[in-house]
């Protein structure tokens, strides 16, 4: 989701969303991912794989990841228009931003035992990265039109930190700890 400088106080401009597999009230069809607007179904995305994580970068163009590698360009219907590959850098992400001062679509996940994030242009040719991040495995990706953001769950626990992570090095500038309401 992608807001203008004057929404959200002016923090989060993307935001990424993961979720899996759901079983949708709109014919009951199960693995099929569900885009909301205000609070009803704006569209219904239908394929052998999922969407784990979505970075809107304008009204007419998105980001999602369609397999463990792939990213799929998506038109203003979420139809996809072409497809690019990570291979090269990661082999599995965990998470998607747009950059909107950059224009760049940031991705965080791993490579092999590596945790790692680069930023690539709309027509995924890599811009900067990869940096090699901590050892934690980060989920999620935001960015605030300046750094990113991403959290780590404690396991076991409703426990989340959230970090902020320099893009000019992937370097943790600050974190803080919160517990996750009961849903």
């Known amino acids: 989701f992608d807001w203008p400088t004057n929404a959200a106080n002016g923090t989060i401009r993307s935001d990424g969303f993961g979720v899996t597999a759901v079983t949708d009230s709109v014919g009951g069809t199960p693995s099929r991912t569900l885009v909301h607007q205000a609070g009803s ?14 970075a809107r970068a304008s ?11 792939n990213v799929s360009v998506l038109d203003a219907s979420y139809a996809q228009t072409s497809t690019f590959s990570v291979a090269a850098q990661f082999s599995s992400i965990t998470g998607l931003a747009w950059d909107r001062t950059n224009s760049f679509l ?15 242009n709309a027509s995924g040719v890599l811009q900067t990265g990869p940096f090699t991040l901590t050892n934690r495995t980060y989920k999620y990706l ?8 991403t959290c780590v769950q ?30």
């Open 41 to 54: 179904v704006e569209q219904v995305w239908s394929t052998p794989s999922f969407w784990n994580y979505f």
């Open 59 to 69: 009204s007419s163009q998105a980001f999602a990841q369609t397999s463990s590698t």
């Open 106 to 120: 940031w991705v965080t996940g791993t490579n092999g035992a590596n945790k790692v994030i680069a930023a690539y």
């Open 142 to 149: 935001a960015h605030d039109g300046t750094n990113l953001w």
């Open 154 to 183: 404690t396991a076991g626990s409703s426990t989340v930190t959230l970090y902020q992570i320099n893009p000019t090095n992937g370097a943790d500038i600050t974190n803080f700890s919160t517990t996750l309401p009961n849903t």
